[in-house]
């Protein structure tokens, strides 16, 4: 299984107009991939929903195993959109979680979790792919247990230095992510430790690149500093060093460094206590704002620059969720039967995620936590690429769309 799941370009988009997409286009996408969103839609609250265009309403209504649109406004839930927020939503270039994050989500009644449910819906029927039901990966043929070694469906498997490049990527592919123990020095670590002071003198309040939070002391704290590398030799070099390297190349599919010169790193400082701010993200997949069939997925490496436990600010996975379409976030979406994984780890361990993969931070109630995130991206496709990549999924699917969807930042914890 490829994690390159790309199957758009941004050549391919085209405005989108809503009259046109709820009276023709959407019906009939509907009707044609109702299949992939019928056993969850079925066990869903979805309530009739309006999306409402530059004042033109379209409901959305379910019953019967099937979708209908109707014009006008009426149901329970409603949302008010312009119509480029319209078209970016349709477009995979912005998600509900979006508008929320940008403050741009206008819903005069309903809320969040219903326009995430019909968002399902509507990015099944675009893109083909299954809404996830609960038991779908048990039903599927997961792996060949003749290939690979069976201590490699432990979810809970960590990885060290000597251990096979092969069996890595069959467990990302498999769970979404790696713990890798003792990939540096404790020496290494203290060096770039050492560099968050001086860093810091470089960055202010009002600076993009720098986010601050304030404790319950009423201290405020710079929690995060965009292009770390800039300051930090031994970043710089750790990042090119050939242990970071093989991480990129684990998936086979030639991923890149997914940042330029200057901006390939993120230093976070997690203190305790924080009141306001972000510092500790809550659930979410790194393309929970949009773009996932144009980029995902891409890999995020966090270098443990102290250890990290349940009381000192861990990462948690929500294992395989890169292969499913569920709520992006902020939160899990309710009723999962998929595991949460906490990620202890040493000071010189590090973590690997797949950028659809759904994870969070816990915040630190003993000591401050400090990690350093840089990671690979997809190299940029032309539509030739993105084509094949269309006939590829294609192919794993069998157009039958019988099987479960196998489909699966920088933006981090």
């Known amino acids: 299984m490829?994690?390159?799941?790309?199957?758009?370009?941004?050549?391919?988009?085209?405005p989108i107009e809503a009259r046109d997409f709820f009276s023709d286009r959407l019906p009939a996408l509907l009707d044609e991939h109702r299949a992939l969103f019928a056993p969850a839609a079925v066990l869903m609250p979805l309530i009739d929903f309006c999306i409402e265009v530059d004042g033109e309403p379209w409901t959305l209504s379910?019953?019967?195993?099937?979708?209908?649109?109707?014009?006008?406004?009426?149901?329970?839930?409603?949302?008010?959109?312009?119509?480029?927020?319209?078209?970016d939503i349709v477009n995979d270039q912005s998600t509900p979680?979006?508008?929320?994050s940008n403050a741009n989500l206008d819903m005069p009644e309903g809320g969040l979790p219903d326009f995430l449910n019909w968002w399902l819906i509507l990015r099944s029927a675009l893109d083909e792919r299954r809404v996830y039901c609960n038991g779908d990966f048990e039903r599927s043929h997961d792996?060949?247990?003749?290939?690979?070694?069976r201590k490699s469906a432990d979810s809970h498997r960590?990885?060290?230095?000597?251990?096979?490049?092969?069996?890595?990527?069959?467990?990302?592919?498999?769970?979404?992510?790696?713990?890798?123990?003792?990939?540096?020095?404790?020496?290494?670590?203290?060096?770039?430790?050492?560099?968050?002071?001086?860093?810091?003198?470089?960055?202010?309040?009002?600076?993009?690149?720098?986010?601050?939070?304030?404790?319950?002391?009423?201290?405020?704290?710079?929690?995060?500093?965009?292009g770390f590398d800039r300051y930090s030799e031994t970043t710089r070099r750790l990042i090119d060093d050939d242990r970071i390297q093989r991480i990129g190349a684990?998936?086979?599919?030639?991923?890149?460094?997914?940042?330029?010169?200057?901006?390939?790193?993120?230093?976070?400082?997690?203190?305790?206590?924080?009141?306001?701010?972000?510092?500790?993200?809550?659930?979410?997949?790194?393309?929970?704002?949009?773009?996932?069939?144009?980029?995902?997925?891409g890999l995020t490496v966090g270098l443990s620059v102290?250890?990290?436990?349940?009381?000192?600010?861990?990462?948690?996975?929500?294992?395989k969720s890169h292969r499913a379409l569920i709520w992006p976030a902020p939160c899990i979406q309710p009723g999962l039967d998929l595991e949460?994984?906490?990620?202890?780890?040493?000071?010189?361990?590090?973590?690997?995620?797949?950028?659809?993969?759904?994870?969070?931070?816990?915040?630190?109630?003993?000591?401050?936590?400090?990690?350093?995130?840089?990671g690979f991206g997809q190299v940029p496709a032309d539509a030739a690429g993105a084509a094949s990549n269309r006939a590829r999924i294609d192919a794993v699917r069998g157009k039958a769309h019988t099987s479960v969807s196998q489909e699966p930042g920088y933006l981090d914890d």
């Open 97 to 100: 979680i979006a508008l929320m």
């Open 306 to 319: 102290t250890a990290a436990d349940a009381q000192t600010g861990q990462l948690r996975v929500l294992a």
């Open 2 to 14: 490829s994690i390159d799941l790309r199957t758009r370009v941004d050549a391919d988009q085209q």
């Open 62 to 87: 379910y019953a019967s195993d099937r979708v209908t649109i109707s014009p006008g406004r009426h149901g329970q839930a409603h949302v008010r959109l312009t119509p480029q927020e319209f078209s």
């Open 340 to 374: 949460v994984i906490g990620l202890p780890t040493r000071t010189g361990d590090v973590t690997v995620h797949l950028t659809c993969t759904q994870h969070m931070s816990q915040a630190p109630v003993t000591n401050t936590r400090k990690v350093v995130y840089t």
């Open 158 to 226: 960590s990885f060290a230095l000597d251990d096979d490049d092969d069996e890595m990527r069959f467990f990302l592919e498999e769970f979404g992510y790696l713990h890798i123990r003792s990939l540096f020095a404790e020496d290494e670590m203290k060096a770039i430790a050492d560099d968050f002071e001086k860093a810091a003198a470089h960055y202010q309040k009002g600076d993009v690149q720098a986010w601050y939070a304030t404790t319950k002391d009423d201290q405020e704290h710079l929690v995060r500093m965009e």
């Open 143 to 149: 792996r060949d247990e003749e290939t690979h070694d």
């Open 250 to 297: 684990i998936p086979g599919c030639g991923l890149a460094a997914s940042r330029k010169q200057g901006q390939r790193a993120a230093a976070l400082v997690k203190p305790i206590g924080v009141v306001k701010g972000i510092s500790d993200l809550p659930w979410h997949k790194d393309c929970s704002l949009g773009r996932h069939s144009f980029e995902c997925c």
